[in-house]
Every structure is written in structure tokens, then in C-alpha cells.
């Protein structure tokens, strides 16, 4: 199958493209970007042809399905015309800056029939496959809190390009790019939010927030913490869990857990499950007809959710309920 990638503006659109390259299933045949002189240089990279008119896209019925790596502001524009000239979608996080523009492209997305995943690579680690089937088994017992950190060093180390800070395209910093990975998990474990706070603040100076936290109220007083930032070296991630039986520790690769069957006693899993197949190849063999494309439209339209909530309480410094 024909796959153009449309947009060469995030930092994981080499990495996502290359992953088609390599899947004997899809052929990346050319690269869009609305920024002619950056999209042609990562079309040099790549050895694909640069296409300079986006319509064309649409209109070639060749191409099956397309990567969208736009920015995160031209995402409801393109993802919205990509379903509609019947296109199945793979999109970098997060899917819009609102919950109206969210189901805008959701209802675009389940209109046209088009295979739709957004990028949660987190879910296919062993640690939090391994973490999940503890939670549903009961191991637990009734969750009560959980803490996810995501922080790496790309503000204060300087390997961010600058338009991840231009509030502009991204829609905000630290919480809205990284965070996404503890609130989409935070979601995958604890379901619905009902409240959430929030605390941003600017470490280096270049605009958006570079070291986040929102504390978020789920069903029966569940605790979820969502941290992250571009300010940390080392410890970038933690999981941590409790509930009324056990608790679970992820850290550097290894599950560490107890419950009544370790007599509360922590121990280390060693029988981890196998990494679940990447999003991006996993929505290939969909498209193909293989399995089903994960992480969904309803999937993304939470994530927005989650999002949106995080910044108005951030903006007004008071609780927001969803």
C-alpha cells in the first residue's frame, strides 16, 4: 500500500516514516510539508519525492493511507480532509486543541470508514502490559492512586527545535506534547475523570511550560497524577500504583509489585509479557486487514479531553470538572 507522510514538523516524523519504509507491507511514496524547504530536506532523507500541492494527495487514489506529523494546530484541517477523501489516518498526539475541533475530525473519522490510530506507544511496553493484566486481575484490589511521570531534558538541554515552544502551533509546552503519555495511560487505567488541577511552570524561560503537574479525581476518589516536563535528566519514567490490596512500581524497564499473593512483600516480575507490535505497524496490518487499528478515534477524543481540562485549570488556577 502507498503511504504519503503529510507534515515533516515533529520530531518523531523521520522515525514514524521509516517504520513504513522498513514494513514489507507499505511504501512510503512521498512527503508533504506546508514549510517547502523543510518538508524537501526530510524528503532528501527519506529518497521519497517531495509533493508541494496537498490536494494532490487527496486526490490520488493510489495512496491508501497517510502519516500526519503536522503541526498540532493544522491538525484539524488536514486530519478532517484526510478522512474525507477516504484516507486511513496514523496521527502523531495530541489530536486537537479542543474537545469541538476533537469531535469534529471524530465524526469525519467514523463518516468516511477509514482506518484511525494515534500514536500511544507506551501501551505496547511489557512493564505497563504487564502492570494492566495485574490491575484487572484484582491483584490490586480497588485502585486509589496512581502517580505517571514522563520527563526528559529537551528544553533545558536544547534539543527541542524552537517551534516545540511557539504556543501558537503546539498549543501549549511540556504537558501537551510529552504529558500526553501519563494522562492517555492514566485514562487506560482509571477510565473517566470527573476533576483535575494543575500546576505549570517555566524553568528556562522560552515561552510554554517546561515542568507540568495535574492531579486528576477519578470515580470513588481515585488519584491520578500526571507529570512531565523538559527539564529533567535521568528518572524520565516512572509508574506508580496502589490500591486496597497491592501496589506496582515501573521504573527503568523492570515491574516491581505486591499483593496478597507476595504476602505485601515487593517483588520483581521476571516473566514480563512480549512488547505489543508498534502503533504505526500495527495500523498497517489493519489497513491491510489483518487485527484492528489500535488506539482509536474515541481514544484520541479522551486524550483531548484530558487535555483541555489540564490547561483551563492551569489558565484559571481553580478545579475543572469534566
Not at 477516504?86 to 476533537?102: D, R
Not at 477519578?218 to 497491592?246: C, H, P, Q
Amino acid at each position: 500500500m502507498k503511504i504519503a507522510t503529510i507534515g515533516a514538523w515533529h520530531v518523531h516524523t523521520m522515525e514514524y516514516a521509516t517504520a513504513i519504509q522498513k514494513n514489507p507491507k507499505a511504501e512510503l511514496c512521498c512527503i508533504w510539508d506546508d514549510d517547502v524547504q523543510r518538508g524537501q530536506a526530510v524528503a532528501e532523507k527519506l529518497g521519497v519525492p517531495f509533493q508541494p500541492d496537498l490536494e494532490a494527495i487527496w486526490a490520488d487514489s493510489s495512496i491508501e493511507a497517510v502519516q500526519i506529523t503536522t503541526a498540532t494546530y493544522q491538525h484539524t484541517e488536514v486530519l478532517k480532509a484526510a478522512a474525507k477523501a477516504g484516507k486511513h489516518i496514523f496521527t502523531e498526539k495530541v489530536l486537537a486543541f479542543t474537545n469541538e475541533e476533537a469531535e469534529e475530525i471524530a465524526q469525519a473519522v467514523r463518516d468516511s470508514g477509514v482506518k484511525f490510530t494515534i500514536s500511544y506507544p507506551h501501551k505496547t511496553w511489557p512493564t505497563l502490559k504487564a502492570a494492566k493484566a495485574l490491575v484487572e486481575r484484582g491483584k490490586l484490589g480497588k485502585i486509589t492512586y496512581a502517580r505517571v511521570r514522563d520527563a526528559h531534558n529537551g528544553s533545558s538541554a536544547g534539543w527541542l527545535p524552537p517551534h516545540f515552544f511557539d504556543a501558537a502551533q503546539t498549543g501549549g509546552g511540556a504537558m501537551i506534547d510529552l504529558g500526553a503519555h501519563p494522562m492517555y495511560t492514566l485514562h487506560w487505567f482509571m477510565g473517566e475523570p470527573k476533576s483535575i488541577v494543575s500546576m505549570f511552570t517555566q524553568v528556562t524561560g522560552k515561552g510554554v511550560e517546561d515542568n507540568a503537574v495535574s492531579v486528576i479525581e477519578f470515580a470513588d476518589g481515585a488519584v491520578g497524577v500526571s507529570e512531565t516536563g523538559f527539564v529533567t535528566t535521568g528518572n524520565s519514567y516512572i509508574l506508580e500504583m496502589s490500591g486496597t490490596e497491592g501496589s506496582l512500581l515501573v521504573h527503568n524497564n523492570t515491574l516491581e509489585y505486591s499483593c496478597k499473593e507476595t504476602e505485601g512483600k515487593p517483588v520483581m516480575m521476571e516473566d514480563l509479557p512480549e512488547a505489543s507490535t508498534m502503533p504505526i505497524d500495527a495500523w498497517i496490518d489493519a489497513v491491510d486487514g489483518v487485527g484492528e487499528a489500535p488506539n482509536g478515534i474515541d481514544d484520541a477524543v479522551a486524550l483531548t479531553k484530558f487535555m483541555v481540562g489540564a490547561y483551563e485549570a492551569q489558565r484559571t488556577g481553580k478545579k475543572v470538572l469534566f
